[in-house]
């Protein structure tokens, strides 16, 4: 059972640098719109009740990446600039990142943890949720020079044990958390 799992995560992790963005997409970027979908799905065609979410979420930084990332890879710092991070801290020894949320968007406080290297320059970089109610999410943040603008893409894959949070509620709070919380993360990020 555990190397289908391993297989599962490999191919959910390599489908994940598929994310395309059209035309229609790219006008509402340089409008400053920040795009994001979530997917949750529950099922029981796997053996006991699972649940499933395909996030993707997509924003045009008004800045070169060069100048937007001195803020942004500061995650230890977040909790001073995004109103619902709690606590926020980053261990470069284990690379591994520690929220505290808090909202009224989230069905309840939630604590992440996750391993993420410290994203300084653009690249894709692969993240994964280790512990949790969401272990074994796998995603990646792509970051690309455009023009004199920096564009953000981040997807991931999850399956796992039902949540509990009904699909329609699980992919209201991922979509919008996710968005409120680029939104802040490019507004802060934009000045030194």
């Known amino acids: 059972m555990r190397h289908i799992k391993l297989l599962l995560i490999f191919f959910v992790s390599t489908s994940l640098h598929s994310a395309q963005i059209d035309s229609d997409m790219w006008k509402k970027l340089k409008e400053g719109y920040i795009l994001a979908y979530s997917d949750v799905e529950s099922s029981k065609e796997l053996g006991p009740e699972a649940q499933s979410l395909d996030y993707k979420i997509y924003g045009l930084h008004s800045k070169k990446c060069s100048f937007a990332l001195k803020k942004i890879s500061r995650y230890e ?30 069905p309840y406080d939630m604590l ?21 109610f969401l272990k074994g999410l796998v995603g990646t943040i792509t970051v690309k020079d455009e023009k004199s603008k920096c564009l953000f893409i981040g997807t991931a894959k999850w399956i796992g044990p039902n949540s509990s949070i009904p699909d329609t509620v699980f992919e209201f709070f991922s979509k919008n958390l996710g968005k409120a919380a680029m939104e802040r993360i490019f507004r802060f990020s934009s000045k030194l």
């Open 77 to 106: 710092k977040y909790s001073t600039f995004i109103d619902f991070v709690k606590k926020s801290s980053y261990s470069e020894e284990s690379q591994t990142v520690f929220f505290d949320f808090s909202s009224i968007l989230l």
């Open 112 to 132: 992440l943890s996750f391993k993420l290297p410290r994203i300084e320059q653009p690249g894709i970089y692969e993240f994964v949720f280790e512990k949790g």
